[in-house]
């Protein structure tokens, strides 16, 4: 399996993206999690990616993209892999499938998860963290035995800024501004499968598995039962 899997903030994409690469035995590449091994690994590649971070800039698309290309050629690369995070503009995602097509191993599927958004804005706004034990519960789905007070540790539960109505909507506003553009760019291609992202993790994760594996979702979700 190669493929990228696209969500807004509070698509449960993170969820998914770990149950995917379970089942199929692929690694879930992000690029922040490679540009950190970059640059711990010293490669040259990463301390020029290492020069931006530390002055607070933006590291180069070109930059990135040679560090995903070494991503990609590491051996547990062989058999697939899920993209997170990346590509995030239009011309990251030229420059990809240029190198994918040097690969010879063009890219198969890209995975759109919908959500409306006043559900995502629910979501993400009933959920409450303890700040001590990093402890996330749900004032709907997953609420505390005791309302404000962790079950886990008994600390004080907060609303983090990033779960705030206002932040949310703004985050959201950003997504679609970057996102829409990539999305029509692998319309045009033929590439993007849009998943309901409505329903629990297991329902949801059968549909995706159903496009993956060019099965209706009824049918994948058949299959699980």
């Known amino acids: 399996m190669r493929g990228i899997l696209l969500g807004p903030p509070g698509a449960g994409k993170g969820t998914q993206a770990k149950m995917l690469t379970e ?85 198969p599927c890209v995975v759109s998860l919908d959500v409306a958004e006043a559900e995502l804005v629910r979501r993400l706004s009933g959920r409450r963290t303890c700040p001590a034990c990093g402890a996330v519960f749900h004032v709907e789905s997953h609420p505390p035995k005791v309302e404000g007070t962790c079950d886990a540790c008994g600390g004080r539960l907060i609303q983090r800024e990033d779960d705030r109505e206002e932040t949310i909507r703004r985050r959201l506003r950003v997504y679609r501004e970057q996102t829409e553009p990539l999305i029509s760019y692998y319309q045009a291609r033929g590439l993007v499968k849009r998943v309901n992202g409505l329903g629990d993790t297991g329902e949801v994760f059968a549909r995706i598995a159903g496009v993956l594996e060019g099965r209706g979702g009824q049918a994948a979700a058949q299959q699980r039962r």
């Open 23 to 107: 089942r199929y035995g692929v690694p879930q590449i992000s690029t922040g999690d490679i540009l950190r091994s970059a640059v711990a690994a010293g490669t040259p590649l990463g301390r020029e990616a290492k020069s931006y971070m530390d002055r607070g800039a933006l590291v180069p698309d070109e930059v990135v993209i040679g560090i995903v290309r070494e991503r990609l050629h590491q051996p547990d690369c062989q058999r697939g892999y899920l993209l997170d995070g990346f590509p995030r503009t239009v011309a990251q995602a030229e420059a990809l499938t240029r190198m994918l097509t040097e690969l010879g191993a063009p890219l």
